[in-house]
């Protein structure tokens, strides 16, 4: 029997029952007022388990970080990340276009960057140069394949920019897939970073909303910026309220995916036609194949089987709460006898 398994991305996942049945009955009002208690209970609630002061839900993850960008940043300014990072990468050149600052970007591994790597890229105060003003970190980092800092990794970069003046914003977009995978604990990570992007609808599977977190300041002014960008909401308590269930309901049971995705990882191992899997962390796993990675794709898309390739002969399998145990049997089973 065929099945459908779509590995594209995070992203796919549809609300569960007892998701839509919180949305179905969340208290709300006019959130530009201040008024949805819902929206300010999930801001709360987001902010409290990350030991962050205050939170601003927003639509995107999009939205959050190029938020926060803006809050750390002036015009002419520099920032520092990963030539890997999503915020130079795909979020469509938003931070020229909006916060004026240029990009300085190295060469971490599978993403993750240290502070030895950091420092030397600090612009001493010249006129000639642009004031480095800001660290971006990932975590997990998307392109790294899933890759996670460990809070002993981010302790020394949040040290140097403390050291420097520099402000640090982390772009959590799967930041429970890395505390799932490392044990760290969220509530430690606020006391690192001033401010925090958090994802809900990749893996913890709301349809909708991200939710940055920092001071009490920092947010006053965010609040401010998410207006101008058209980021106000009304009666947004609906998606808030699939937010709060989605941090009661479906941040445990990340490790599954994480386990699923193992299984790929070792099963795509075993294969001939895969020359290379990168080392699986959380809940992707990137691997190479040894023909065009387009031809792998159509041979997997008639057998019900979406995926999405990130190179030439590079392929991209994203494991969610849609997923489940029979559909990575079935695909193993693909994968095995049908190559
Ligand atoms: C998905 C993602 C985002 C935000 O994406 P939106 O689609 O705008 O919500 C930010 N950072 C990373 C690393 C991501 O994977």
């Known amino acids: 029997m065929q099945l459908t398994v779509d590995l594209r991305s995070d992203t796919v996942t549809k609300p569960t029952p007892g998701m839509l049945e919180a949305m179905w009955s969340a208290k709300v009002g006019d959130d530009v007022f201040g008024e949805d208690e819902t929206v300010n209970a999930l801001e709360q609630k987001a902010a409290a388990i990350f030991g962050m002061e205050a939170g601003l839900f927003c639509p ?54 240290t502070a030895e790597m950091i420092e030397p890229e600090i612009n001493a105060e010249n006129i000639h140069f642009p004031h480095t003003s800001l660290v971006v970190l990932e975590n997990t980092v998307n392109k790294g394949g899933g890759s996670c800092y460990t809070l002993a990794d981010i302790k020394p970069i949040a040290e140097l920019c ?73 009666q947004a308590g609906f998606l808030a309220a699939a937010g709060i269930y989605a941090l009661d309901h479906h941040v445990e049971r990340l490790k599954v995916d994480h386990s699923h995705a193992r299984i790929l990882g070792e099963e795509l191992g075993k294969l001939d036609w895969v020359s290379n899997v990168l080392p699986v962390e959380t809940n992707i796993v990137l691997f190479d194949t040894v023909q065009p990675a387009k031809e792998v794709l159509a041979k997997l898309a008639a057998h019900g089987i979406k995926a999405g390739d990130t190179d030439k002969h590079r392929i991209r399998f994203v494991t969610h709460l849609d997923v489940h145990a029979e559909q990575i049997e079935y695909l193993v089973k693909i994968l095995r006898d049908e190559f």
């Open 60 to 113: 995107s993850g999009t939205m959050t970080n190029q938020i926060a960008i803006k809050c750390f940043t002036q015009p002419l300014d520099e920032l520092i990340a990963d030539q890997t990072a999503h915020v130079y990468r795909y979020e469509g050149g938003g931070i020229a276009f909006n916060s004026g600052v240029s990009t300085r970007l190295l060469n971490g591994y599978r993403g993750i960057i």
């Open 162 to 234: 403390k050291a420097k003046g520099l402000k640090l914003h982390l772009d959590g977009a799967r930041i429970f897939n890395a505390l799932s995978h490392t044990g760290d604990k969220a509530a430690d990570y606020g006391q690192y970073f001033k401010g925090i992007s958090v994802c809900l609808s990749k893996g913890l599977g709301a349809p909708v909303g991200s939710v940055l977190l920092a001071d009490k300041e920092i947010i006053k002014y965010a609040r401010r910026i998410r207006k101008v960008l058209g980021g106000g909401m009304r």
